[in-house]
Nanobody, 122 residues
Framework: QVQLVESGGGLVQAGGSLRLSCAAS????????MGWFRQAPGKEREFVAS????????YYADSVKGRFTISRDNAKNTVYLQMNRLKPEDTAVYYC???????????????WGQGTQVTVSS
């Protein structure tokens, strides 16, 4: 079993930055790919970014490409999402997930965190 705990969310003005962290416990993240998803009120959960186990492959939703950066530190069992130039439409609950990339940017999830709220004011 893997437990995922997100942190780093909060309230920020448009144009600002936040760095989300997702710490895993229970067992190593090897060989899981890691991903970030988000869900805004009244909307479905959507893919944001993913990273392979080695960190050599990363994928982004078009809406965040060039603004967000996903990274991981396997020694610390932690994955990060650096979010820059935030927009009000980035407001959502952000979820960390461990799973499989497959042949696309995300195939399936085995574990989910509880989420962290990100609110971007205009």
């Amino acid at each position: 079993q893997v437990q995922l705990v997100e942190s780093g969310g909060g309230l920020v003005q448009a144009g600002g930055s936040l760095r989300l962290s997702c710490a895993a416990s229970g067992r190593t993240l090897n060989p899981y790919a890691m991903g970030w998803f988000r869900q805004a009120p009244g909307k479905e959960r959507e893919f944001v970014a993913s990273i392979s186990w080695s960190g050599s492959s990363t994928y982004y939703a078009d809406s965040v490409k060039g603004r967000f950066t996903i990274s991981r530190d396997n020694a610390k069992n932690t994955v990060y999402l650096q979010m820059n130039r935030l927009k009000p439409e980035d407001t959502a609950v952000y979820y960390c997930t461990a799973g499989i990339l497959g042949s696309s940017r995300w195939h399936s999830s085995d574990y989910w965190g509880q989420g962290t709220q990100v609110t971007v004011s205009s």
